[in-house]
């Protein structure tokens, strides 16, 4: 499976914008980027995917760089509820043999301060 | 639509035991999988499966773990002769087909004394 790198952990203020970084530079042409969110002691929540063009959602945006080595996950206005586990996964088309299974990370954990 | 709903939600066993969850997928979503979280990782996948059919395992599902869906609906996983290290949450998801996002539980949190 493609592999993805994402910083440990990241800090935000209140209702500031978070940029959540991204590198997968073995990305095949196929794979789709997909963001999940992880509560504590919760199960993982899915956030947003993409594949070439940048997407948007009521939860985020997802910028996605024209080579598609890296992406970006945009929380437009952080709040106390967004503090999670961040993962960032690739995620193969039917047929690939990444298919249908996800392959997360450690992910990043993004601590929200009042 | 209730969600995912896993039973029961901690389950603590002595080592040797034998252990089994249940997961009710959201109805009509014909893939089913199961993944494996322990303490600050993420989650493993362990299988899957579509409507009755286990189509993949993965090398972490010894032979002591078995997992069914019988009639393409709740899923039961199954460990036999537990071990500490099969300390974990077990988390089970749901999708209504391959290209959708997979839908969580809340998880089986898993303690082996």
């Known amino acids: 499976d493609a592999k993805t790198t994402q910083p440990n952990s990241m800090e935000s203020n209140e209702e500031e914008p978070v940029h959540l970084p991204c590198n997968h530079s073995?990305?095949?042409?196929?794979?789709?980027i997909h963001w999940y969110r992880q509560l504590p002691s919760q199960g993982p929540e899915y956030v947003i995917h993409?594949?070439?063009s940048n997407v948007n959602n009521r939860m985020a945006s997802l910028a996605i760089a024209e080579d598609r080595k890296s992406s970006t996950l945009i929380l437009h206005r952080a709040t106390l509820r967004d503090a999670a586990v961040y993962y960032c996964?690739?995620?193969?088309?039917?047929?690939?043999?990444?298919?249908?299974?996800?392959?997360f990370g450690q992910g990043t954990i993004l601590t929200v301060h009042p | 639509d209730t969600g995912v709903s896993q039973d029961p939600r901690h389950k603590i066993t002595k080592r040797g035991q034998n252990v089994t969850f249940r997961c009710d997928p959201i109805?009509?979503?014909?893939?089913l999988y199961w993944y494996r979280q322990t303490l600050g990782q993420g989650p493993e996948f362990l299988t899957y499966?579509?409507?009755?059919?286990?189509?993949?395992k993965s090398r972490l599902l010894s032979d002591r773990f078995s997992a069914e869906r019988p009639k393409g609906s709740f899923s039961t996983l199954e460990i036999q002769r537990t071990e500490q290290g099969d300390s974990a949450m077990y988390l089970c998801?749901?999708?209504?087909?391959?290209?959708?996002?997979?839908?969580f539980g809340p998880g089986t949190r898993l303690t082996v004394t």
């Open positions: 073995t990305i095949s042409g196929t794979d789709y």
């Open positions: 109805s009509e979503h014909n893939r």
């Open positions: 998801a749901s999708s209504p087909s391959v290209a959708y996002e997979q839908y």
């Open positions: 993409g594949l070439t």
């Open positions: 499966f579509q409507n009755e059919a286990q189509l993949e």
């Open positions: 996964i690739l995620r193969g088309n039917a047929g690939g043999t990444s298919y249908g299974k996800l392959t």
